[in-house]
Protein backbone atom coordinates (compact mmCIF):
# COMPACT_ATOMS: atom_id res chain seq x y z
CA UNK A 1 0.00 0.00 0.00
CA UNK A 2 1.30 3.52 -0.95
CA UNK A 3 0.09 6.57 -0.73
CA UNK A 4 0.34 9.25 -3.35
CA UNK A 5 -0.69 12.24 -5.24
CA UNK A 6 -4.14 11.81 -7.21
CA UNK A 7 -4.28 12.11 -10.85
CA UNK A 8 -7.01 12.36 -13.10
CA UNK A 9 -7.16 8.68 -14.05
CA UNK A 10 -7.91 7.90 -10.71
CA UNK A 11 -11.35 10.50 -10.70
CA UNK A 12 -13.67 7.68 -11.19
CA UNK A 13 -12.39 5.23 -8.23
CA UNK A 14 -11.98 8.25 -5.80
CA UNK A 15 -15.95 8.69 -6.57
CA UNK A 16 -17.04 5.40 -5.81
CA UNK A 17 -14.87 5.40 -3.07
CA UNK A 18 -16.53 7.79 -1.13
CA UNK A 19 -19.99 6.67 -2.77
CA UNK A 20 -19.20 3.06 -0.84
CA UNK A 21 -17.71 4.76 2.29
CA UNK A 22 -20.29 7.19 2.88
CA UNK A 23 -22.63 4.64 3.07
CA UNK A 24 -23.79 4.44 -0.50
CA UNK A 25 -24.68 8.29 -0.94
CA UNK A 26 -22.77 10.31 -3.31
CA UNK A 27 -22.93 14.24 -1.13
CA UNK A 28 -19.23 13.65 -0.32
CA UNK A 29 -18.16 12.09 -3.66
CA UNK A 30 -19.87 15.23 -5.30
CA UNK A 31 -18.35 17.53 -2.42
CA UNK A 32 -14.78 16.02 -4.34
CA UNK A 33 -15.41 17.08 -7.79
CA UNK A 34 -17.06 20.79 -6.90
CA UNK A 35 -13.80 21.45 -5.01
CA UNK A 36 -11.50 19.94 -7.56
CA UNK A 37 -13.23 22.23 -9.97
CA UNK A 38 -12.76 25.23 -7.58
CA UNK A 39 -9.77 27.33 -6.86
CA UNK A 40 -9.99 26.42 -3.52
CA UNK A 41 -8.21 22.91 -5.14
CA UNK A 42 -4.72 22.02 -4.30
CA UNK A 43 -4.02 19.23 -6.66
CA UNK A 44 -0.90 18.09 -4.05
CA UNK A 45 -3.08 17.66 -1.27
CA UNK A 46 -5.73 15.26 -3.12
CA UNK A 47 -3.61 12.05 -1.75
CA UNK A 48 -4.91 8.95 -2.60
CA UNK A 49 -3.97 4.92 -0.52
CA UNK A 50 -3.20 2.75 -3.61
CA UNK A 51 -3.19 -1.26 -3.22
CA UNK A 52 -2.22 -3.41 -6.12
CA UNK A 53 -3.39 -0.99 -8.39
CA UNK A 54 -6.67 -0.27 -6.69
CA UNK A 55 -7.74 2.69 -4.65
CA UNK A 56 -8.23 2.30 -0.84
CA UNK A 57 -8.55 5.19 0.85
CA UNK A 58 -8.53 9.34 -0.59
CA UNK A 59 -8.54 12.34 1.73
CA UNK A 60 -8.74 15.99 0.45
CA UNK A 61 -7.20 19.40 1.74
CA UNK A 62 -8.34 22.55 0.29
CA UNK A 63 -8.23 26.30 1.02
CA UNK A 64 -10.56 28.34 3.06
CA UNK A 65 -10.44 31.57 4.69
CA UNK A 66 -10.84 32.60 8.28
CA UNK A 67 -12.07 35.91 8.47
CA UNK A 68 -12.39 38.66 11.24
CA UNK A 69 -13.17 41.96 10.30
CA UNK A 70 -11.30 43.17 7.48
CA UNK A 71 -8.12 40.54 8.02
CA UNK A 72 -8.81 37.14 6.03
CA UNK A 73 -6.26 34.43 6.24
CA UNK A 74 -6.01 30.93 3.87
CA UNK A 75 -6.23 28.56 5.40
CA UNK A 76 -7.06 24.61 4.67
CA UNK A 77 -9.77 22.48 5.79
CA UNK A 78 -9.91 18.67 5.21
CA UNK A 79 -12.66 17.50 3.75
CA UNK A 80 -13.58 14.15 2.91
CA UNK A 81 -11.19 11.58 4.03
CA UNK A 82 -12.56 8.21 3.16
CA UNK A 83 -11.37 4.75 3.17
CA UNK A 84 -12.84 1.74 1.45
CA UNK A 85 -14.84 -0.02 3.66
CA UNK A 86 -13.67 -3.80 3.93
CA UNK A 87 -9.70 -1.89 4.35
CA UNK A 88 -11.10 -0.04 7.18
CA UNK A 89 -9.15 -0.12 10.84
CA UNK A 90 -5.67 -1.29 9.53
CA UNK A 91 -4.32 2.21 9.47
CA UNK A 92 -4.71 3.46 5.89
CA UNK A 93 -6.84 6.62 7.25
CA UNK A 94 -4.15 6.84 9.93
CA UNK A 95 -1.03 6.92 7.12
CA UNK A 96 -3.50 9.31 4.85
CA UNK A 97 -3.93 11.69 7.91
CA UNK A 98 0.09 11.81 8.40
CA UNK A 99 0.99 11.82 5.06
CA UNK A 100 -1.68 14.76 4.30
CA UNK A 101 -0.55 17.04 7.04
CA UNK A 102 3.03 16.50 6.04
CA UNK A 103 2.72 17.44 2.92
CA UNK A 104 0.62 20.58 4.15
CA UNK A 105 3.30 21.61 6.15
CA UNK A 106 6.05 21.47 3.42
CA UNK A 107 4.03 23.53 1.06
CA UNK A 108 4.08 26.45 4.27
CA UNK A 109 0.24 26.17 4.99
CA UNK A 110 -0.28 26.99 8.98
CA UNK A 111 -3.29 25.34 9.82
CA UNK A 112 -5.81 22.93 9.11
CA UNK A 113 -9.66 22.71 10.29
CA UNK A 114 -12.46 20.40 9.94
CA UNK A 115 -15.47 19.09 11.05
CA UNK A 116 -15.42 15.42 12.10
CA UNK A 117 -15.43 12.78 14.54
CA UNK A 118 -14.46 14.05 18.12
CA UNK A 119 -12.56 10.56 18.51
CA UNK A 120 -11.00 9.71 15.36
CA UNK A 121 -8.68 13.22 15.06
CA UNK A 122 -7.05 14.06 17.73
CA UNK A 123 -5.01 10.95 18.08
CA UNK A 124 -3.74 12.95 15.08
CA UNK A 125 -3.36 16.53 17.14
CA UNK A 126 -6.33 18.39 16.21
CA UNK A 127 -8.02 20.25 19.00
CA UNK A 128 -11.71 21.71 19.30
CA UNK A 129 -11.38 24.87 17.53
CA UNK A 130 -13.59 27.27 19.54
CA UNK A 131 -11.07 26.62 22.46
CA UNK A 132 -8.48 28.39 19.97
CA UNK A 133 -10.57 31.80 18.82
CA UNK A 134 -11.69 30.14 15.79
CA UNK A 135 -15.70 30.18 15.29
CA UNK A 136 -17.62 28.37 12.48
CA UNK A 137 -21.62 29.51 11.62
CA UNK A 138 -22.40 28.46 8.02
CA UNK A 139 -22.46 24.72 9.61
CA UNK A 140 -24.20 24.15 13.20
CA UNK A 141 -21.91 21.52 15.27
CA UNK A 142 -21.28 20.53 18.72
CA UNK A 143 -17.81 22.00 19.74
CA UNK A 144 -16.16 18.97 20.13
CA UNK A 145 -16.52 17.96 16.42
CA UNK A 146 -15.07 21.43 14.98
CA UNK A 147 -11.36 21.02 15.07
CA UNK A 148 -8.60 22.75 14.28
CA UNK A 149 -4.44 21.11 14.11
CA UNK A 150 -1.60 23.65 14.32
CA UNK A 151 1.18 22.65 11.18
CA UNK A 152 3.44 26.04 11.79
CA UNK A 153 4.36 26.95 15.72
CA UNK A 154 2.76 30.12 16.65
CA UNK A 155 0.12 29.90 13.59
CA UNK A 156 -3.17 29.32 16.05
CA UNK A 157 -2.52 32.47 17.85
CA UNK A 158 -2.44 34.42 15.24
CA UNK A 159 -5.26 32.88 13.92
CA UNK A 160 -8.59 33.87 14.99
CA UNK A 161 -11.73 34.73 13.49
CA UNK A 162 -14.61 33.13 11.86
CA UNK A 163 -14.17 30.17 9.46
CA UNK A 164 -15.78 30.39 5.90
CA UNK A 165 -15.95 27.34 3.92
CA UNK A 166 -15.93 28.63 -0.02
CA UNK A 167 -18.95 28.09 -2.54
CA UNK A 168 -17.66 24.09 -3.39
CA UNK A 169 -19.00 23.46 -0.05
CA UNK A 170 -22.45 24.04 -0.80
CA UNK A 171 -24.28 22.21 -3.46
C1 LIG B 1 -12.89 7.44 9.33
C2 LIG B 1 -12.04 6.58 8.39
C3 LIG B 1 -11.48 7.44 7.27
C4 LIG B 1 -10.90 5.95 9.17
O1 LIG B 1 -10.10 5.21 8.30
P1 LIG B 1 -9.42 3.83 8.78
O2 LIG B 1 -8.44 3.42 7.76
O3 LIG B 1 -10.49 2.86 9.14
O4 LIG B 1 -8.70 4.34 10.11
P2 LIG B 1 -7.46 3.72 10.85
O5 LIG B 1 -7.36 2.26 10.53
O6 LIG B 1 -6.27 4.54 10.61
O7 LIG B 1 -7.89 3.95 12.33
C5 LIG B 1 -8.85 3.11 12.90
C6 LIG B 1 -9.36 3.78 14.14
O8 LIG B 1 -10.34 4.76 13.77
C7 LIG B 1 -11.52 4.54 14.50
N1 LIG B 1 -12.66 4.96 13.69
C8 LIG B 1 -13.05 4.50 12.50
N2 LIG B 1 -14.17 5.11 12.11
C9 LIG B 1 -14.49 5.99 13.09
C10 LIG B 1 -15.55 6.90 13.27
N3 LIG B 1 -16.53 7.00 12.39
N4 LIG B 1 -15.54 7.64 14.40
C11 LIG B 1 -14.56 7.52 15.31
N5 LIG B 1 -13.54 6.66 15.20
C12 LIG B 1 -13.52 5.90 14.10
C13 LIG B 1 -11.51 3.06 14.76
O9 LIG B 1 -12.33 2.75 15.88
C14 LIG B 1 -10.03 2.80 15.09
O10 LIG B 1 -9.74 3.20 16.40
P3 LIG B 1 -8.47 2.61 17.20
O11 LIG B 1 -7.24 3.00 16.45
O12 LIG B 1 -8.57 3.29 18.53
O13 LIG B 1 -8.70 1.14 17.23
C15 LIG B 1 -12.89 5.42 7.80
O14 LIG B 1 -13.45 4.69 8.86
C16 LIG B 1 -14.00 5.85 6.86
O15 LIG B 1 -13.80 5.99 5.66
N6 LIG B 1 -15.21 6.05 7.40
C17 LIG B 1 -16.37 6.39 6.59
C18 LIG B 1 -16.27 7.77 6.06
C19 LIG B 1 -16.10 8.78 7.17
O16 LIG B 1 -16.82 8.75 8.16
N7 LIG B 1 -15.12 9.70 6.99
C20 LIG B 1 -14.81 10.71 7.98
C21 LIG B 1 -15.75 11.86 7.92
S1 LIG B 1 -15.46 12.94 9.28
Request: aromatic share 10%.
Amino acid sequence: MRIRTETKSDYKQVFNLNYDAFGNRDDEAKLVERIRFSNGFIAELSLVAEDKGEIVGHLLLSKAKVIQETNEKEVLVLAPIAVKPTAQNKGIGSKLMKEGLKKAKSLGYGIVLLIGHSTYYPKFGFQPARNHGLELTQFSVEDDVFMVYELKKGELKKTNGELRYPPAFFS
